[in-house]
């Protein structure tokens, strides 16, 4: 992915380093195949519950923060609600659009299903690469993407950033109880490796905007985008106050034969085992009985 932007701490790569970092699920967001219109209202409630809950969350250190409006109109939809999963996905362009109907500044944030995840730290002893050390960071998304018609430190003052948690930097990654030591390193290499898989897309990308009423952004959706609800929010700011917020569902399922097994797999995890070590064991079986006539 070209124009890859550094994150904290990502300049000692130069040299060469003694220690790697690994970021294993502490769980999987799973979305059980149903009735998407249900689904979709419901998710729709909790995203607007959410954001909500979002705008309401003072700024650190402030008392008394001035009220923010949201009942500006403000427009939005995705090009589709439903990413199917199937074994030829390889990726696809998710695209934000909507109108305005006051002046201001466009953000749009795409975040995925947050999750617990645990980071391990390997350091090299005597050659070999051991796992040190562990942190387990909760409420992390799998997956988190940021756009605008303007640089952000030009839209809004870096406490309105963190407040909206507007790029992966100002993520409220909570490390587990107890942690205070290379708490920030460890959460660095989380933002690097999510990077690295392409799953948190660096910078922030653009927002058109078409005749000062209508705007445009495509996020990019990698073909290992994990499975689960995401939540496209866009913000209209204005003087670094939020003029007007709305967030929209998006759901990407499994399709077809990986959803049977993806369902099979979780649900019936000793069977699936069985069937798996029956397999391989029938495969080496058949080409040792090929090899051996030619």
Known sequence: MAGRARTPGTARQAKKSTSKFSVVKAGSANVATGNHTLRYRISRLLAALALGTLLSTPASGQTGARQIAVDTPLVTDL???LIAITSSFSGTELLVFGALDAEGDVIVAVRGPAGPVNIRKKEQVAGIW?????LRFDNVPTFYAVAANRPLSQIASSSLLSRLQIGAGN???VAEAGATDQVVEFRD???????RDGLYLPGAGTVTMLGGKLFRTGIELPANVPVGTYRAEVYLIRDDRVIAAQATPLFVDKQGVEQEVYDFAHQQPLLYGLAAVAIALGTGWAAGLLFRRT
């Open 171 to 173: 993520l409220r990654l």
């Open 189 to 195: 290499a989380i933002v690097r490796n999510k990077e």
């Open 79 to 81: 090009s589709t609600h």
């Open 130 to 134: 051991l796992n040190r050390r562990s």
